[in-house]
């Protein structure tokens, strides 16, 4: 698990170099991972060589392009075992998705009176949506407490979610406190009231294997620039009788069947949901992330980070007066490990660390209301993917430790 042993190190030409005289060491890809060399090659080849818009033309170019951009899709149908590729939508990404269950399916079903219950650790993307969507509906939303560990508390969840609620919406895994939260247990808990189960997997997706029909979850949202793709790409899943069942959020091209003066009918599925130009790029690209990932097999990512972890948890908690957030176990604790140094600012740290070559992310991670339940303003985070190293760990360690004395004593 050392660099010269990694052998996907040498696809990511990004993490080959220095910053601030150091080698850089990238542990931020919870916010986004990097891309190899692959993707950017594909990514070029596309616009190169197949560029024309999807759907629309019957010559050449237009035939590749509309065939790749669908081969994707059917890629990503396989990866997290969706019964059928028009359940699949392209959008922009997780925070694009949350939103369009919220305005669609939300505003379709939700009424005066209704619950929809979230948790204290969630993003803002699948917070905001649910909040604005019960003000705008005067429905109620709650909210379940978290264990001691930080996890979605299903004792909790048993309490909140009743015969009144019609939407459950949780992350699979916290981007602040390394959970994995039991989302299957939790659709069957939405289910036994008549709910649906959304699942925010923007940070579960490209960290272990998810399958939708084993997680039974009416709706999964991810991202492809945190699985090796480019921005701008995310997924909306949805099972076919619901997404059938939903309004369009967004008019124009591509999404119709039939547009006359005074009404308009909606295109089949997936397409009823992707109004306008897509993607195309991303998307091709993200089916491609998919082979990459798939490639390796996402059973060898959890495990190989998993034992990172083992490896760098502990380590970390030896630092004297270095806080960690969510589990202290190590087989509990996923790869985004967050943490604050008594008495030092978690920008202090962050610029302490970036100093070192080290990037982490410091703030409140888009998640204020987990701020306010831990009684923090904000954490530093180290988030780590397939291609960091116990190299890229130590190097973490050590470079808390030497910020901690450039703090204390002002000197390294
Ligand atoms: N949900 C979770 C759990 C996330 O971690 C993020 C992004 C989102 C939703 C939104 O994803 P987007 O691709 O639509 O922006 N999280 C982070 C983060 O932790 N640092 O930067 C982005």
């Not at 028009?86 to 505003?107: F, H, P, Q, V, W």
């Amino acid at each position: 698990m050392d660099n010269k042993n990694n052998q996907w190190r040498k696809d990511f030409p990004i993490l080959d170099q220095v910053v601030n005289d150091e080698q850089l060491v990238y542990l931020d890809n919870a916010a986004t991972t990097q891309k190899p060399q692959q993707i950017i090659d594909d990514i070029m080849a596309f616009y190169q060589n197949d560029n024309a818009n999807v759907h629309r033309g019957v010559h050449t170019l237009a035939e590749r392009s509309t065939e790749q951009f669908e081969e994707a899709r059917s890629k990503i149908q396989q990866f997290i075992n969706a019964k059928h590729s028009d359940e699949i939508i392209y959008t922009k990404g997780t925070t694009d998705s949350l939103n369009i269950i919220a305005r669609s399916y939300g505003e379709q079903n939700i009424q005066a009176g209704d619950e929809i219950v979230i948790s204290y650790l969630e993003h803002h993307s699948n917070l905001i949506p649910w909040q604005q969507l019960a003000l705008k509906k005067h429905a109620t939303l709650k909210y379940i407490d978290l264990d001691e560990d930080g996890f979605v508390d299903l004792n909790d969840a048993k309490k909140k979610i009743t015969d009144k609620t019609k939407i459950v919406s949780i992350a699979h895994v916290s981007n602040v406190l390394g959970v994995i939260n039991p989302i299957k247990q939790l659709a069957k808990l939405a289910h036994q009231h008549g709910a649906v189960m959304v699942v925010d997997g923007a940070q579960s997706v490209p960290y272990m294997p998810v399958d939708v029909q084993d997680l039974d979850c009416d709706f999964l949202a991810f991202s492809g620039h945190k699985m090796l793709g480019p921005t701008g790409l995310g997924i909306l899943y949805g099972k076919e009788d619901l997404l059938n069942s939903m309004p369009p959020v967004d008019y124009g091209g591509e999404m119709i069947s039939f547009v006359h003066l005074f009404d308009t009918t909606w295109n089949d599925l997936p397409w009823k949901f992707e109004a306008g130009t897509p993607n195309i790029a991303g998307a091709i690209a993200l089916g491609h992330a998919v082979d990459y990932l798939n490639s390796i097999g996402m059973d060898k990512i959890l495990d190989y980070e998993n034992q990172l972890v083992d490896y760098v948890l502990p380590k970390l908690q030896a630092i004297d007066d270095l806080i960690i957030y969510g589990p202290r176990d190590p087989q509990k604790h996923t790869s985004v490990i967050s943490f604050n140094l008594k008495g030092l600012h978690p920008h202090d740290l962050a610029t302490g660390l970036d100093m070192e070559g080290v990037a982490v992310r410091a703030g409140h991670h888009c998640a204020q209301p987990l701020m306010e339940y831990l009684g923090i303003k904000a954490t530093a985070r180290a988030s780590f993917y397939f291609y960091n190293t116990k190299e890229d760990a130590d190097t973490l360690v050590n470079s808390i430790v030497a910020t901690k004395e450039f703090f204390q004593n002002g000197t390294i």
